[in-house]
């Protein structure tokens, strides 16, 4: 299971090793986080590049819009923050140079042409009110790949904080999908 940056991971995982990885679990993660040439459902890409130069010039303040845009469109986008601001610096601040590594990776990561590739069962669960990642690039994905879409109504893009038993819920047809 792959969140957001995470999916990246995970889906890599899944199309380098697909006999070490039984499913995937794909959460407000995409195959190509920022817009461009025929992927209308990213962001855009200037506004990825700055947030990595903000990072430079205001820390704490561009951690704190980029955790408000986490929570934003939730049911209830206050309480959503304060766990995932909780969360995030509970062992203390990331590291500037970790954060811009991600970054990197969110602007330069492209798998779209490998989806259809994934040889493993997948699910790609979306938040309807996701503000980072469109629920169609999810729809789009799980389509390529003959995965299960699932979009969880009143969600943003952190749907395991208000909306767990959904989460839970649209997993357990991917379980059931894996061979024992």
């Known amino acids: 299971l792959g969140w957001s940056l995470g999916g990246l991971v995970a889906l890599t995982a899944a199309l380098d090793m697909p006999t070490q990885v039984r499913g995937l679990a794909m959460l407000c993660a995409t195959p190509r986080f920022v817009r461009g040439a025929g992927w209308p459902h990213g962001s ?54 970790v954060l811009q590594e991600g970054i990197g990776l969110l602007e330069g990561s492209d798998l779209r042409a490998r989806v259809p590739q994934l040889a493993v069962p997948s699910t790609w669960i979306a938040g309807r009110r996701d503000r980072l990642v469109p629920p169609a690039a999810m729809a789009w994905s799980a389509e390529r790949c003959g995965g299960r879409f699932v979009e969880i109504p009143g969600a943003g893009h952190a749907p395991f904080i208000g909306h767990a038993d959904a989460v839970a819920e649209a997993l357990q047809p991917l379980f059931a999908d894996i061979p024992a």
């Open 44 to 97: 855009d890409a200037a506004l990825v590049h700055q947030l990595a130069l903000d990072l430079e010039t205001d820390y704490h303040a561009t951690l704190e819009r980029f955790l408000a845009l986490e929570a934003m469109g939730s049911n209830d986008p206050k309480a959503e923050l304060r766990r995932l601001r909780a969360e995030a610096f509970e062992r203390g601040e990331p590291e500037l140079r």
